[in-house]
C-alpha cells in the first residue's frame, strides 16, 4: 500500500458489489479500512447503518470523515479512478472506454440487481420462490449475462489477454466479480473459453485474489 | 442543433434508457438519426438487429458507419459527455460527480433492470406472474427508487433547482427517464416533493419535451 488517504469502506464479506471495489482499491494500491455490515443479519437495514447509508446497501465509501459515504459500486469506481488515476482502470481513448464501461455494464447493470438479497426476499415473500426457483432464477440471468459478455469478447478486436487489451481495466474487475459469486449459484460456465481464461488471469493477480470474497472478516471458515 | 457527426441511434419510442440518451444528445444540441427497433414486436432479437447489437437491447449508439455500437446507456451518456463536453452533465468536482453517478445509479442500476421486458417475460412464462402481479413488482421497486432517490435529495446540501445544484446533470436526465414511464406501471409518487418539483423543471425544458416517448416515431396516436 502506497497511500493512507483514511478511506473507509463498508462492504460485506460475499457482497460482489464490494468485491469490486476492493479490487479497484488493490489495484491502485489505496488503502481503506473495511467495516463489515452483515448482510445476512438485516444490519444494513439497522438505523446505525441507515444513518449512514440510506439506501441500506453496501458498498459504501466514506473519503472524509463527516462526509456522506458514496454509494453505489459504478459511482465508487469512477470516483476512485478520476481521484486514483494510477494504474488506469479504463482505457484513454474515448471508443475504448465506452467499450470498458460497456462491458462492465452488462454484470453492473443487467444482471447483479436481478440477484440482489432485496429481489430474493420479494420472490420469496411474494412469489412463492423457493431455494430451487430462486437459483434457476439466477442461473439463468447468469447464463445470459455471460453469453453476452463471451460473445462481446470473441467477436471484438480490442480483446486481448485481459477484457481490453492486455492491461487490467474495470471490465475485469466487473467480470471477476460476477464469477466470484457465480459458484455459490452452482453457476457452471460452458462454452466461454475466452471469460474463463481472462478470469483465470485475473485471479492469479494478487489484486484479486487478496479481494477474494473467502478471505474476508465474517467469512465461513 | 449545432453538430451533426453522423450518429445513429438504435432505440424504441417506450424505452426508459433510449429516453435517456435522446436527452442528451438533445441537451448537447448533437443531433443523431434514431432508428426505430420494435421491441414489442421483438424485433431486437431479430437476426437483422442481433447483428448490431449481439445484446438485443436498445438503445445502441453507432458512432461511425461499420464501427460496432456503444451498448448500455450510461456507457453512452459518459461517451456523449466526454466527447461533447458543453454543456457538461457531470460537475467538476469529484464528490459532485460521484454524487451524481451514485443518483444516477439508484434508476439505472438498482430500478430499471428489474422491469424490462426480458424480466417481465420470465416472471410470466415461469413464474406465474400475470399483468396485475407483474404492476405490482414495478411498482414496488419504483416505490423503493424514489423513496430513495427523494431521502437522498431532501437530505444533501447539493440539491438545487436540480438534483445537484442549479444545472441540469445526468441525475435528473435519469430521473425524468424514470418518470417516462412510471405512468404506464400506474406508479403514483407520494410524499416526494423534491422529486417532484425536480421533474416539472425538467419536463419543461424544450431538451426533456423534445424526448418524450409519445413524441417518438411508432408512438401510439
Not at 444494513?44 to 458514496?70: D, K, S
Amino acid at each position: 500500500m502506497t497511500d493512507r488517504p483514511g478511506l473507509r469502506l463498508y462492504g460485506f464479506w460475499r457482497s460482489m458489489a464490494t468485491y469490486r471495489v476492493r479490487v479497484a482499491l488493490n489495484l491502485k494500491g489505496v488503502a481503506a479500512e473495511e467495516v463489515a455490515v452483515d448482510l445476512d443479519a438485516g444490519a444494513q437495514l439497522a438505523p446505525a447503518f441507515l444513518a449512514i447509508n440510506p439506501e441500506g446497501a453496501v458498498p459504501a465509501l466514506v473519503i472524509a470523515p463527516g462526509e456522506p459515504p458514496i454509494t453505489q459500486s459504478m459511482a465508487i469506481l469512477e470516483y476512485l479512478e478520476e481521484r486514483f488515476p494510477e494504474p488506469p482502470l479504463l482505457p484513454a481513448d474515448l471508443p475504448g472506454r465506452a467499450r470498458v464501461r460497456s462491458l462492465a455494464a452488462l454484470i453492473v447493470s443487467d444482471m447483479h440487481p436481478l440477484i440482489v438479497p432485496r429481489v430474493r426476499a420479494y420472490l420469496t415473500d411474494r412469489a412463492g420462490f423457493d431455494d430451487a426457483d430462486f437459483r434457476a432464477w439466477g442461473q439463468h440471468w447468469m447464463t445470459r449475462a455471460v453469453a453476452a459478455f463471451e460473445a462481446r469478447l470473441a467477436a471484438d478486436a480490442e480483446t486481448g489477454a485481459f477484457c481490453h487489451g492486455d492491461e487490467v481495466t474495470l471490465a475485469d474487475v466487473c467480470l471477476a466479480s460476477f464469477v466470484s459469486v457465480a459458484r455459490g449459484f452452482g453457476f457452471a460456465r460452458r462454452d466461454t473459453p475466452t471469460v474463463t481464461h481472462i478470469v483465470e488471469r485475473c485471479e492469479a493477480l494478487d489484486a484479486f485474489a487478496r479481494a477474494s470474497p473467502t478471505l474476508q472478516a465474517g467469512a465461513p471458515a
